[in-house]
């Protein structure tokens, strides 16, 4: 899929997408939010084993595109919001792992994209921040991934100051998993990428759906549906080999 703003490529077993409008900063305006969409509906459809996502230019996103914003009425801005949260969830309803790798600024919705990836690989020279706390529109959307990814405390810190945060501090956050030299960014996120994706592929991608589906759940409940989910899957034929060659001390041939 070869587009004006998004690119989406195969490599190996993995899809490459690639927000490819830098002379933007790669801004989610409605028209890339729907490429996004169609991206990853696809993506979620087809047999690829991962994802990694990353960006053009030293801008990773700048968040919402204010040219599409300004003047804008109530239900055109309220529709932008909902496509970008459909977007957004769609990354996490798919099977496949999501991987952002981040080597410039994130901010704003931006900033919700990274947060709302499976995992994030960040340049030490990465940024990242909701920079609606210093000016007149709140991240109302954004405050939602990024609470969800740093806590309650760090979270109200981002939003209400509007302030960046360096690499570091976003990786001690938990808002990406690891930092590395900015020459080691590609490689490092395909690797981790890689290691999170081995096994079974039909096993991994329950797991994913299954782990949001629990988290906002109390404890009982995520561990009755938990429970349900494991038992259902122990009979798939991946989860039997897996058994089997494991007391055979061999290596499992998985369906997928």
């Given at each position: 899929?070869?587009?004006r703003?998004v690119?989406?490529?195969?490599?190996?077993a993995?899809?490459?997408?690639?927000?490819a409008?830098?002379?933007?900063?790669?801004t989610?305006s409605l028209?890339?939010?729907?490429d996004?969409?169609?991206?990853?509906?696809?993506?979620?459809?087809?047999?690829?084993?991962?994802?990694?996502?990353?960006?053009?230019?030293?801008?990773?996103?700048?968040?919402?595109?204010?040219?599409?914003?300004?003047?804008?009425?109530?239900a055109?801005?309220r529709?932008?919001?909902?496509?970008?949260?459909?977007?957004?969830?769609?990354?996490?309803?798919?099977?496949?792992?999501?991987?952002?790798?981040v080597?410039?600024?994130?901010?704003?919705a931006?900033?919700?994209?990274?947060a709302?990836?499976?995992?994030a690989?960040?340049?030490?020279?990465?940024?990242?921040a909701?920079?609606?706390?210093?000016?007149g529109?709140f991240?109302?959307?954004?405050?939602?991934?990024?609470?969800?990814?740093?806590?309650?405390?760090?979270?109200?810190?981002?939003?209400?100051?509007?302030?960046?945060?360096?690499?570091?501090?976003?990786?001690?956050?938990?808002?990406?998993?690891?930092?590395?030299?900015p020459?080691?960014?590609?490689?490092a996120s395909?690797?981790?990428l890689?290691?999170a994706?081995?096994g079974?592929?039909?096993s991994?991608?329950?797991?994913?759906?299954?782990?949001?589906?629990?988290?906002?759940?109390?404890q009982?409940?995520?561990?009755?549906?938990?429970?349900?989910?494991?038992?259902?899957?122990?009979?798939?034929?991946?989860?039997?080999?897996?058994?089997?060659?494991?007391?055979?001390?061999?290596?499992?041939?998985?369906?997928e």
């Amino acid at each position: 899929m070869e587009g004006r703003n998004v690119r989406v490529t195969t490599r190996d077993a993995f899809a490459h997408v690639t927000l490819a409008r830098p002379e933007r900063r790669n801004t989610l305006s409605l028209e890339v939010i729907e490429d996004l969409l169609s991206a990853f509906a696809e993506i979620g459809a087809g047999k690829t084993r991962g994802v990694l996502l990353d960006a053009e230019g030293p801008v990773f996103s700048a968040g919402h595109d204010f040219a599409d914003m300004a003047g804008c009425d109530l239900a055109g801005t309220r529709a932008l919001l909902v496509r970008c949260a459909e977007m957004m969830q769609r990354i996490q309803r798919i099977p496949q792992p999501v991987l952002a790798s981040v080597a410039g600024l994130a901010t704003a919705a931006g900033c919700q994209l990274v947060a709302t990836c499976d995992l994030a690989v960040a340049s030490s020279e990465a940024r990242f921040a909701t920079p609606g706390g210093r000016g007149g529109w709140f991240c109302h959307t954004p405050m939602v991934a990024v609470s969800r990814a740093v806590g309650r405390k760090r979270a109200l810190e981002l939003l209400l100051t509007g302030d960046p945060i360096d690499a570091a501090t976003a990786a001690d956050w938990g808002l990406v998993n690891r930092i590395v030299p900015p020459a080691d960014l590609e490689a490092a996120s395909w690797e981790l990428l890689e290691r999170a994706t081995r096994g079974s592929a039909f096993s991994k991608g329950l797991g994913k759906q299954s782990y949001y589906a629990q988290i906002d759940l109390d404890q009982p409940k995520a561990y009755d549906y938990a429970t349900e989910v494991m038992a259902s899957a122990s009979q798939h034929p991946d989860a039997q080999e897996g058994m089997r060659a494991f007391l055979e001390k061999r290596r499992p041939v998985f369906e997928e």
